[in-house]
């Protein structure tokens, strides 16, 4: 996917917003703080684009083998819980670049406002998850999703042979997304794919506590030039860019 840097970092106004969203879907954008996290962490991931190799899939990689992530082979219906997003600057004052795109666990996430059944909810430490038993399928949440981070499980699927125990398949009719690796971080581990973006020697993804004033990431969001995908939604994402 290509986009141009404009209408990734939401400067292309309301001509933008009419781009990401479905016609006739309006975004819920900072409601009330209903499902404002209140738990001691805020887990975030930053990533530094300028480490981000464009030929490098390893988080992609590393998120599918460690999420039992199916491929069915077809390209409209395959499952892709981060991909990478070729970004151009229209401009033309700075070459193309890509960036890892994944569920923002926003503070205020659109996709919890519109589920009619509860299956989307948003964890004390601010992880947003698919409860997959209560998920009918409707794909009010993928509408309202400004980051198309969410897919429909459109075929059964079963276990991969050197599959994780750790994380069960969803059903074919669910919705599924990017959990932050939620198995792991409980466990006191960073996602698969930041660990994997470190083992490669890249080291452009980052993930932390922001609640913590001494951990790394928040002390890099708080003292670098860092940025969010579309901040004009008010929907405050839990993913942050450097160098975008």
Request: glycine share 6%; with cysteine.
């Amino acid at each position: 996917m290509t986009m141009d840097r404009r209408t990734v970092l939401g400067m292309g106004g309301a001509a933008a917003v009419g781009v990401l969203l479905a016609p006739g879907v309006q975004l819920i954008a900072a409601p009330p703080n209903e499902t404002a996290a209140a738990n001691a962490h805020r887990w975030a991931m930053l990533v530094d684009i300028t480490k981000c190799n464009p030929a490098c899939t390893a988080c992609i990689d590393a998120c599918r083998k460690e999420n039992n992530i199916p491929l069915f082979g077809d390209p409209a219906r395959d499952i892709h819980w981060i991909r990478k997003v070729e970004v151009q600057d229209k401009e033309r004052q700075r070459p193309p670049f890509t960036l890892p795109v994944l569920c923002n666990h926003c503070e205020y996430p659109p996709c919890v406002h519109v589920c009619p059944t509860s299956a989307s909810f948003v964890r004390k430490d601010g992880i947003v998850l698919v409860d997959e038993h209560r998920c009918i399928g409707c794909r009010y949440c993928m509408i309202a999703c400004p980051y198309k981070a969410r897919s429909l499980v459109y075929f059964p699927t079963k276990p991969p042979k050197d599959g994780n125990p750790q994380v069960p398949i969803r059903a074919k009719g669910v919705v599924e997304k990017c959990t932050f690796c939620v198995h792991r971080v409980d466990d006191g581990q960073p996602p698969a794919c930041v660990e994997t973006c470190q083992q490669s020697g890249h080291a452009a993804m980052m993930f932390g506590d922001l609640n913590d004033p001494q951990s790394e990431i928040s002390q890099r969001v708080k003292t670098l030039r860092t940025e969010t995908i579309r901040p004009d939604l008010g929907l405050k994402p839990h993913v942050h860019y450097q160098g975008l």
